[in-house]
Nanobody
Framework: QVQLVESGGGLVQPGGSLRLSCATSGITFSIYAMGWYRQAPGKQRDLVAVIGSGGKTNYADSAKGRFTISRDNAKNTVYLQMNSLKPDDTAVYYC?????????WGQGTQVTVSS
């Protein structure tokens, strides 16, 4: 069974920080590309950041300079460090594991940025 379990979401004030974690099992983690997506109410699910199996990273323009994706292959875990958070960052954040045409998803973790 494939499992992706997100954690670390919560309520934070504008300008604050959160670190999301996605613990995986049931996959050969080191060969998967890992990504973070987010979906706000009434909106589409958008890519936030991706990290390839070799460690190359890419970010949505909205995330550049504020968010950092990283992976720890020894722990089968991918992280998203989020700094300088804005109310527009409020969304459910989903972890994704992709290998070729196959993509798995976690259940999501809520991030709310509000004063």
């Amino acid at each position: 069974q494939v499992q992706l379990v997100e954690s670390g979401g919560g309520l934070v004030q504008p300008g604050g920080s959160l670190r999301l974690s996605c613990a995986t099992s049931g996959i050969t983690f080191s060969i998967y590309a890992m990504g973070w997506y987010r979906q706000a109410p009434g909106k589409q699910r958008d890519l936030v950041a991706v990290i390839g199996s070799g460690g190359k990273t890419n970010y949505a323009d909205s995330a550049k300079g504020r968010f950092t994706i990283s992976r720890d292959n020894a722990k089968n875990t991918v992280y998203l460090q989020m700094n300088s958070l804005k109310p527009d960052d409020t969304a459910v954040y989903y972890c994704s594991a992709r290998l070729g045409s196959y993509q798995n998803w976690g259940q999501g973790t809520q991030v709310t940025v509000s004063s």
